[in-house]
């Protein structure tokens, strides 16, 4: 027996506007709380979850229904957010960078933690999406292990375990890249 959400994803896989926009009304709200809570502006939510939307109706066809619907859209929403996040950080380090120039001394430096944070930025892309996730709502964002729970729906047991993995996944990929940069 096929649940009403069913019903409208395979609407919405023959591009039927009525079973998108039904889609999105049954889950626009728990979506965009989520982008808010990451995100902390409404006009920026708001835009993280049209764009999550649009790529959710364009790949609905990977959606495979081994989870439910709404837990799969809601990572397409936190990857929107944190690509927003990430592009807001690279603005404001070109602003303060072209802005504020930094004397010789404070280059070297500079450059030193900028090769450190590309490692780690590198190594952080490198791990599978459970664990990018996880480790940017908590190392990037700074989420504590409740918040982090409520975002994606897992239980504290369940964040305190893959954030540990997470930690020790991405330590031992900072050491690999590192030792192949040697």
């Avoid at 591009?15 to 989520?34: E, F, H, I, S, V």
């Avoid at 459970?130 to 964002?141: M, Q």
């Amino acid at each position: 027996m096929t649940n009403p959400t069913q019903i409208l994803i395979e609407a919405c896989r023959q591009n039927d506007p009525k079973a998108q926009l039904g889609l999105y009304r049954q889950y626009a709200k728990a979506m965009y709380n989520t982008a808010l809570r990451m995100l902390q502006q409404q006009d920026k939510a708001e835009d993280a979850v049209q764009e999550a939307f649009i790529k959710a109706f364009q790949k609905l066809d990977e959606f495979r229904g081994e989870n439910n619907f709404g837990s799969w859209l809601k990572r397409i929403v936190i990857n929107e957010a944190l690509m927003m996040i990430r592009q807001e950080k690279q603005i404001r380090y070109l602003e303060e960078t072209f802005i504020d120039p930094i004397d010789d001394n404070e280059q070297e430096k500079w450059s030193f933690q900028e090769e450190e944070v590309k490692i780690l930025l590198y190594a952080l892309s490198l791990l599978p999406e459970k664990l990018r996730v996880i480790l940017n709502l908590s190392l990037i964002e700074g989420f504590d292990n409740e918040e982090i729970c409520e975002i994606l729906h897992i239980s504290d047991g369940n964040c305190r375990t893959t954030l540990s993995r997470a930690k020790k996944s991405l330590r031992e990929t900072i050491e690999k890249l590192k030792n192949e940069r040697k």
